[in-house]
């Protein structure tokens, strides 16, 4: 495995590795890897010839009182760890490497953002669509591969690769779960001992959503109140629950289309999101 730092010397590689039949696979990640992230290059080594995973904590997707700083960084694991799952390049531009200077140009995403994790934190997806845009030009894959934990962020690249005709394949991938639920996460390793344990109630509320949808639930009122009332079991404050059209991420009054489930919860030093995405046909096998 290659590493490089600089966007010159990646353009480059890619450029070479494009020219000469190759296909790239991408793996956008902010680091502190996890199985969630292998899941992602595992998916990637499959269907591509050459597969390239950044590692860049983004300045620009945090918000003044967020935790930038706190995120948690390890790169000799990390280098490691995409080793032996088979990554050919790890790039690993710093800060200034990517915004050397002011921007003279903004991205600003319109939709899919007064919602969710998109009113929680204001201007954390123009941020995620920046850098988004950025290291694909940089990288240049065929296919870029991004996790459903973070739903929003994929409904938003969907839309900016559209609006934007950039020639890549978003591929989604399922959410990776601990035994007991949790989905895996980089900012886990901040939760106490307690609220580690109480965690679980954010994938159990959810499972209890698609449970009662299901059974037929068609009252998004209802579904949120049965959330709720298992994370109340837990210390930490909630910051959302929503039940919403996917991936438009527009409130519903009755349960008859593709939905997402999501909700945020605010532990002491860690904030966890979970969803879970339900299609039409599940729905109608419960109704
Ligand atoms: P991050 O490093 O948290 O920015 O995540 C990088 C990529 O990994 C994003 O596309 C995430 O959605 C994805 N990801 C993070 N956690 C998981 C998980 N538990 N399961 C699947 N994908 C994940």
Do not use: W
């Amino acid at each position: 495995m290659r590493i490089i730092t600089t966007i010159n010397e990646m353009q480059t590689f890619s450029k070479k590795t494009l020219r000469s039949g190759k296909t790239i696979g991408f793996v956008p990640t902010m680091g502190y890897l996890h199985e969630g992230h292998m899941s992602l290059v595992e998916e990637a080594l499959k269907q591509n010839d050459c597969v390239i995973m950044s590692i860049f904590v983004n300045p620009l997707q945090f918000g003044p009182n967020e935790d930038f700083d706190r995120y948690p960084r390890d790169l000799k694991r990390d280098e490691e760890l995409a080793k032996q799952a088979g990554v050919d390049i790890l790039f690993y531009p710093n800060v200034k490497e990517m915004y050397p200077k002011e921007r003279t140009t903004r991205l600003t995403v319109q939709e899919r953002v007064d919602t969710l994790c998109g009113e929680s934190r204001p201007g954390h997806f123009d941020g995620v669509a920046t850098v988004v845009m950025k290291l694909l030009q940089i990288v240049l894959p065929d296919r870029a591969y991004f996790g459903m934990k973070d739903a929003q962020q994929v409904a938003v690249i969907k839309g900016l690769v559209e609006d934007f005709n950039v020639p890549v394949e978003i591929v989604p991938c399922p959410i990776i779960r601990e035994e007991d639920g949790l989905a895996k996460s980089s900012r886990n390793v901040y939760l106490t001992p307690t609220e580690r344990e109480e965690a679980i109630q954010l994938s159990r509320s959810l499972d209890a959503a698609a449970n009662a949808i299901e059974r037929g639930e068609t009252n998004p009122v209802r579904i949120k109140e049965l959330i709720i009332s298992y994370l109340n079991q837990t210390s930490g404050v909630i910051d959302y629950v929503e039940v919403l059209s996917y991936p438009a991420l527009e409130a519903i009054d009755v349960m008859k289309e593709n939905i997402i489930v999501a909700v945020a919860v605010q532990f002491t030093a860690a904030r966890l999101i979970d969803n879970k995405v339900t299609t039409r046909s599940e729905i109608a096998i419960g109704v």
